[in-house]
């Protein structure tokens, strides 16, 4: 609970008007670790799902700024 809880204060952070790109590439990162840790517990479907909205940001931000590498490594 812990983690979806700080997974929705990142998202907050990220989707804010002056969020930068690197709160949005954090976003995703913060996506594809509840992923990881769901699946850990076996929770496909939910781990599926998060890490389908990490891979939405990042080539949201891919599409944004396509030179900048920083940006698309999680």
């Keep these: ?3 979806r809880r700080a997974v929705a204060l990142q ?3 990220a989707t804010d008007a002056s969020a930068t790109p690197a709160a ?14 769901l699946a850990a517990t076996g929770d496909t479907q939910a781990s599926l799902a998060q890490h389908r909205l990490a891979l939405g940001v990042m080539q949201a931000l891919a599409a944004t700024a ?3 590498l920083s940006l698309i490594h999680i």
């Design 11 to 13: 998202r907050d952070i």
């Design 1 to 3: 609970e812990a983690v």
């Design 66 to 68: 396509p030179d900048d």
């Design 24 to 37: 949005r590439r954090d976003l995703a990162v913060a996506y594809s670790r509840l992923g990881d840790m």
